[in-house]
């Protein structure tokens, strides 16, 4: 009798302390998410099912559009995991081999300053810098339409490049040193230390940067709209499903937005992400855990 | 002999591997700190030779003059602070109340909750921005601080919960029974415990501020209006309309960046416990 009371304290007790918390995810966090799938199945407050999913897939114009924007955030993830994580990890290796000591915190910092700054800054420090009016680079690399996205996805990974790197650093200092000083007993090099035994130790968390990365790109908005705005040129080449989704919704120029196509569209994003993740841990994470012991 | 070559091998190693730290470092911050030399320039200067220092005839200061005559700069600069203290506070807050309620009643509810949080951390909640914009215009908090603080704190305190509940795990029960013995109620008991996790609170603090302050996305949609416009968009916008003075642009660019340098470079520890800790789950 008495512990039952126990327990009704103890479960009052931790509602009581979660709630605030609770109540701020759930409301502005949750029920967005989870009321925007909802009214994407309605038509100027009329149920009409997957009516707008099937304009959105099969409309000329919008599944163009739909189509080229996925395959933009395919090719903006694939540049940004493939150069940003191997960068990142030598980096967190070179930090991390010994050799630098005092300066390890110093250059640690100095390495993470671009990811504080704001993606306006960012894309402006950049865009003048390859700018034909300071003429350091002659070639106009944003007005071009097959390298205008491999150029915006470059100086995205040039500002993010602290984060991965901060992650992997951490990861590399968990590793038991006992580990690392057997294998060095035993003969083994610097190098084959590196590939054969920490990048093993440390695979589940270049896993989860990976999928990270994957996440924050198919959410990505912000550097495409910092410089070509929500109509992302030359002729569309830069557009991604984040600035797609704004133009849906929110209307650009002539184009009015639209509520329900928006929350539409946004369903079809959050679709995407939702199944590249659970696959993601489904198939990967989970034999990456097992080659770990 | 043998012992001197190796300790030469040894150094010019480490010197290799500082040379090649150093050209990433220059990569990092070679592009900011040309943004800076040319912010103390003339028009004539930054375009006659971007990357040379200003000289007597170059420099100039009437960027930060306009920038700071620009009745919005300021304003935006207040309605930033204002946004991010804020949720960064209410955040702290909740993530602690919510950290301690998981770790001090551990139930099964409480590892349910805990769960939540965690898949909270990857939501991407910009994707659920039409609610959340009809959510504002009915209660008429279209253009105000308070919608984007109230959007913050749900999305910041997914990661804040899971952060301060590593933080909490590590204090040793004793103290709060003590505390309790003493007839400490479990609202005093936790005010007690909380200076022991001041680090998991800086940490939550970092890492929950650096992506308000500069997100785009909310305040373009929630608080376009000139009154509330943060830091961020007013950049952006003036970005797009003034590009014709560069000195005032480049300036507002600098003074809009120096905040979160300067308090990254003091919290830097911190904010990199924050990050490595928070998404390692």
Redesign the interface.
Known sequence: MKSRNM?RK??R??????S???A??L??????????IY?SFFKDAVFVGLANFKFLFTDDNSSTRLLAAFLHNCEFFAIAASVQIPLALF?AA??T?G??RR?T?F???????????????VG???R??ISP??G?VQYPLLGEKTTALPTITLMSV?QY???PL??L???LLSIPSNIIESARVDGASDIRIFFRIKIPLIAP?IG??TI?TF?WT??G??II??LN?GQPGPDFSTDVL?TL?YRT??GWDADQGN?NL??AT??V??FI?LLG?AAYFAIVQRRLKVSQL | MIQKDGRIQTQSKNLLVHLCILFFVLIAIGPIIVIIINSFKTTDGIFSGPLKLPDSKTFSLDGYKRAFENGNFIRNYINSTIITVGSTLLTVVCSCLAAYGITEYATKLAKMIAGLFTIGIMLPVTLGTVVILKMMVRFHLLNTHISLILVYVGISVPLGVILMVTNFRTVSNDLKEAARIDGANEFKTFLIVLPLVKPGIAAVAAITMLPIWNDLWFPLILTTGPKTQTLTLGIQQFVGVHTNDWQALIASLVLGAIPLILLFTLFSKQFIKGLSDGYSK
Do not use: C
């Open positions: 327990m103890r479960y007790q931790l509602v009581l302390f979660t605030p918390a609770l701020f995810f409301i502005f966090a949750v029920f967005p998410l989870m009321g925007t009214i980096m070179l930090l081999s050799r630098v300066l915190g250059y640690r910092t100095l390495l993470f300053i671009p990811s504080t700054l704001s993606v306006v800054i402006f420090i950049w003048l810098i009016l300071w350091i040039w490049l602290g984060i901060v992650f650093y951490s990861a968390q989860i940067i990270l996440i198919f959410n908005f912000d709209y910092a705005g984040g989704f919704f929110f509520q928006g929350a946004a369903t994003i959050f992400i993740t």
